[in-house]
């Protein structure tokens, strides 16, 4: 990590954040060169901060956001951050859908997600069709590989071949209170998958033909259906994840990528082959105890990210160098013992510096962020928790 960042923050008492605005910036602008004119929809989630989503959506190659929650969704809208937020996982909030149907503003503004006429019956169950106007509804389809009984990606959509969604669109068309303006399919096992192993690879290649061809022939099949109803087409077709900018953007079918963790660049991202970000974001803890010569304690440093527990959900200490955790007892989450010869330099009071596996995640630990440009502290900025919102 860059001296001149650990430098403008030397004088502060850890625990804090910082955030490294020009490398958040520069990743950004990678992006953006990576999808070859595609548009990104900024993923909220990986973010987590209000004033970076706004900042990021004001660079060229970003247009809306990619929400995950309805309250958040409502929230970025009536703050002004955006008047242009599909929300990526079906709601089950009757308050929130109660909210955004009785409000003009926020019905232009939100796309809901739904797979099944189970969430239509539930939406319908809030406020009738025949008491509202029409919903904007993205069609949430499952983009996994699938090889004989072998499920390989997130378990999302019951939607997954062109005749399934076909018929969905069908049901959707044969009820009042609803508009069809995107499709959806996020290619988990591609975008969010390690480069770590032969197999992997080979997964990957297996699995972008496989949903290339797919996922076009169910783009085709909707907008065939929309068109013999006589009802506008497709607004867009989302799909990708940082980790599959380039695939996913080859795709005719496509016309926008979600994305957000690579702005972080996170620990995960170290183990991927084709790109390579630049980190642009640390929690730092203090060193309040020494156990041996060799190793210290610092407060905290438990903020272990979601999914299958194995080492790469871990934090990665980024400095100083080559400090290893006691694999009796990990990451802490009110202590973290710490051993290497790097320890020997340090003192109690000392900043360690960590960065996360997942981006956004530990953000819901911090009320702040310290943002630091050209060397300097230029500001501090709230995270959603900080200004009093948590959508987990």
Same mark, same amino acid.
């Given at each position: =990590?860059?001296?001149?960042?650990?430098?403008?923050?030397?004088?502060?008492?850890?625990?804090?954040?910082?955030?490294?605005?020009?490398?958040?910036?520069?990743?950004?602008?990678?992006?953006?060169?990576?999808?070859?004119?595609?548009?990104?929809?900024?993923?909220?989630?990986?973010?987590? *901060?209000?004033?970076?989503?706004?900042?990021?959506?004001?660079?060229?190659?970003?247009?809306?956001?990619?929400?995950?929650?309805?309250?958040?969704?409502?929230?970025?809208?009536?703050?002004? #951050?955006?008047?242009?937020?599909?929300?990526?996982?079906?709601?089950?909030? !009757?308050?929130?859908?109660?909210?955004?149907?009785?409000?003009?503003?926020?019905?232009?503004?939100?796309?809901? =997600?739904?797979?099944s006429v189970e969430?239509?019956?539930?939406?319908?169950?809030?406020?009738?069709? #025949?008491?509202?106007?029409?919903?904007?509804?993205?069609?949430?389809?499952?983009?996994?590989?699938?090889?004989? !009984?072998?499920?390989?990606?997130?378990?999302?959509?019951?939607?997954?071949?062109?005749?399934?969604?076909?018929?969905?669109?069908?049901?959707?068309?044969?009820?009042?209170?609803?508009?069809?303006?995107?499709?959806?399919a996020y290619e988990?096992? *591609?975008?969010?998958?390690?480069?770590?192993?032969?197999?992997?690879?080979?997964?990957? !290649?297996?699995?972008?033909?496989?949903?290339?061809?797919?996922?076009?022939?169910?783009?085709d099949a909707v907008?065939?259906?929309?068109? !013999?109803?006589?009802?506008?087409?497709?607004?867009?077709?989302?799909?990708?994840? #940082?980790?599959?900018?380039? #695939?996913?953007?080859?795709?005719?079918?496509?016309?926008?990528?979600?994305?957000?963790?690579?702005?972080?660049?996170?620990?995960?991202?170290?183990?991927?082959?084709?790109?390579?970000?630049?980190?642009?974001?640390?929690?730092?803890?203090?060193?309040?105890?020494?156990?041996?010569?060799?190793?210290?304690?610092?407060?905290?440093?438990?903020?272990?990210?979601?999914?299958?527990?194995?080492?790469?959900?871990?934090?990665?200490?980024?400095?100083?160098?080559?400090?290893?955790?006691?694999?009796?007892?990990?990451?802490?989450?009110?202590?973290?013992?710490?051993?290497?010869?790097?320890?020997?330099?340090?003192?109690?009071?000392?900043?360690?510096? =960590?960065?996360?596996?997942?981006?956004?995640?530990?953000?819901?630990?911090?009320?702040?962020?310290?943002?630091?440009?050209?060397?300097?502290?230029?500001?501090?900025?709230?995270?959603?928790?900080?200004?009093?919102?948590?959508?987990?």
């Amino acid at each position: =990590m860059k001296a001149e960042i650990r430098t403008a923050v030397e004088h502060l008492d850890a625990p804090f954040a910082v955030l490294d605005l020009d490398a958040a910036l520069a990743n950004a602008a990678d992006m953006v060169r990576r999808a070859a004119g595609t548009p990104i929809r900024l993923a909220s989630k990986s973010i987590r *901060i209000r004033q970076l989503i706004s900042t990021i959506l004001e660079q060229p190659g970003y247009e809306g956001v990619l929400a995950y929650n309805l309250n958040e969704a409502i929230w970025l809208v009536e703050t002004g #951050t955006s008047d242009n937020v599909l929300v990526a996982y079906p709601s089950a909030h !009757k308050e929130a859908i109660h909210r955004l149907i009785t409000d003009e503003h926020l019905c232009r503004s939100i796309t809901l =997600m739904v797979d099944s006429v189970e969430h239509l019956n539930f939406i319908d169950s809030v406020v009738p069709p #025949t008491e509202r106007g029409r919903l904007r509804i993205c069609i949430d389809v499952d983009a996994s590989l699938e090889i004989g !009984k072998f499920h390989i990606g997130a378990l999302r959509s019951p939607l997954r071949s062109a005749e399934e969604v076909r018929d969905f669109v069908r049901c959707v068309r044969s009820r009042a209170g609803f508009t069809i303006v995107g499709l959806m399919a996020y290619e988990g096992q *591609i975008a969010g998958t390690t480069d770590t192993s032969p197999a992997i690879a080979l997964m990957k !290649k297996l699995s972008v033909k496989e949903l290339a061809q797919r996922r076009g022939e169910i783009v085709d099949a909707v907008s065939e259906e929309l068109r !013999k109803a006589g009802l506008p087409p497709l607004e867009f077709v989302n799909g990708g994840g #940082t980790g599959s900018i380039e #695939t996913t953007s080859a795709e005719t079918s496509v016309t926008e990528i979600g994305a957000g963790s690579g702005i972080i660049g996170s620990a995960l991202f170290d183990h991927y082959k084709n790109f390579s970000p630049q980190p642009a974001e640390w929690f730092v803890v203090p060193v309040v105890r020494r156990p041996t010569p060799t190793t210290v304690t610092v407060a905290g440093g438990g903020r272990v990210a979601s999914g299958p527990v194995g080492k790469d959900r871990q934090p990665v200490v980024d400095w100083p160098e080559q400090l290893k955790t006691n694999p009796l007892e990990g990451f802490g989450e009110v202590q973290t013992p710490l051993t290497g010869e790097a320890a020997r330099t340090l003192h109690i009071g000392d900043h360690v510096w =960590m960065r996360p596996s997942k981006a956004g995640e530990h953000t819901e630990y911090i009320d702040n962020i310290m943002v630091v440009a050209n060397g300097e502290v230029v500001d501090e900025w709230p995270t959603y928790r900080g200004e009093g919102r948590s959508f987990v």
